[in-house]
């Protein structure tokens, strides 16, 4: 049984913590256990890059609550789940897995078959937030469904 999903990117202020506030949104009430963080360290502390939380408001979504950290070993005791955003998180997280850690990993959009690609792009230097977040909610959904 699922009852904790953790959601990772590079820098855990674009994709992971959208994933963490569109799957908090849509799965209300499951009792699940959410968070997000980042395989860098590069913003801890930092709040979520200012065009996600505004896209997010737009769909009715809150990230104003989220602050970026990294992901450390205790994370794969921690979750049931644990999803990267694209194949250079799954490859970093799979580096630092401990190896008696029972936590899954998976890539995210694998629950969007639709979208036809494994990797969730990098708006950070893209700025297409507006498809970022329209994989995010398919995959939310589709991994909602799975569970
Ligand atoms: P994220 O995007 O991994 O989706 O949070 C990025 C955020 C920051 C940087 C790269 C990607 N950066 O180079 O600082």
């Given at each position: 049984?699922t009852?904790?999903v953790l959601f ?6 674009c994709?992971?913590?959208?994933a963490e506030?569109v799957?908090?949104?849509?799965a ?12 860098s360290?590069?913003h ?9 939380s ?9 990230m ?7 992901v450390c070993?205790a994370?794969f ?15 970093d ?6 190896k008696?850690?029972d936590?899954r ?9 639709e ?9 950070y230097?893209?700025?297409n937030?507006e498809?970022v977040f329209?994989m ?12």
């Amino acid at each position: 049984m699922t009852r904790s999903v953790l959601f990772v990117c590079l820098g855990n202020i674009c994709r992971s913590p959208t994933a963490e506030a569109v799957f908090r949104g849509l799965a209300d009430g499951r009792g699940l256990h959410i968070d997000s963080a980042g395989t860098s360290g590069w913003h801890d502390g930092g709040r979520s890059d200012p065009r996600a939380s505004a896209e997010a408001l737009r769909r009715g979504y809150d990230m104003s609550m989220i602050r970026s950290r990294q992901v450390c070993e205790a994370d794969f005791d921690r979750f049931d789940l644990i999803i990267a955003m694209d194949s250079q998180n799954l490859a970093d997280l799979q580096a630092v897995r401990p190896k008696d850690s029972d936590a899954r990993l998976e890539l995210f959009l694998d629950y969007a078959p639709e979208f036809r690609v494994g990797d969730v792009p990098d708006p950070y230097f893209e700025d297409n937030f507006e498809t970022v977040f329209d994989m995010i909610e398919t995959a939310s959904k589709g991994l909602l469904d799975r569970l």
